[in-house]
């Protein structure tokens, strides 16, 4: 069982900065790919960024440049670091996990059998 603990959301004003962080414990199974989705209040989950097993990140193209995810494995964490923040970017985002998924299915949030509880991410005009 693997478990993701995400953490670092909160309040910031347009233009601030955050970064995310999803802690990894339990059996990955060796190095599983990870990932971070967002999902606003009556929009669906949308793909934000992920690290695949091999180290190489992957972002939404709408993000490339203010977003960027990173992995430290040492300490079996992935991070989410977020500048330019803008009200759009509001959401609840997700860690998530998988041993499986397949490279073009890296943006796809039901390729990943593992979530976190979400931690929530509010930016104010």
């Known amino acids: 069982q693997v478990e993701l603990v995400e953490s670092g959301g909160g309040l910031v004003q347009a233009g601030g900065s955050l970064r995310l962080s999803c802690a990894t414990s339990?059996?990955?199974?060796?190095?599983?790919?990870m990932a971070w989705f967002r999902q606003a209040p009556g929009k669906d989950r949308e793909f934000v960024g992920a690290?695949?097993?091999?180290?190489?990140?992957y972002a939404a193209d709408s993000l490339k440049g203010r977003f960027a995810v990173s992995r430290d494995n040492a300490q079996n964490t992935v991070y989410l670091r977020m500048n330019d923040l803008k009200p759009e970017d509001t959401a609840v985002y997700y860690c998530?996990?998988?041993?499986?998924?397949?490279?073009?299915?890296?943006?796809?949030?039901?390729?990943?059998?593992?979530w976190g509880q979400g931690t929530q991410v509010t930016v104010t005009a």
């Open positions: 998530a996990a998988s041993n499986t998924v397949i490279l073009s299915n890296i943006r796809t949030h039901s390729a990943y059998g593992y």
């Open positions: 339990g059996r990955t199974f060796g190095r599983p790919t």
């Open positions: 690290v695949w097993r091999s180290g190489n990140t």
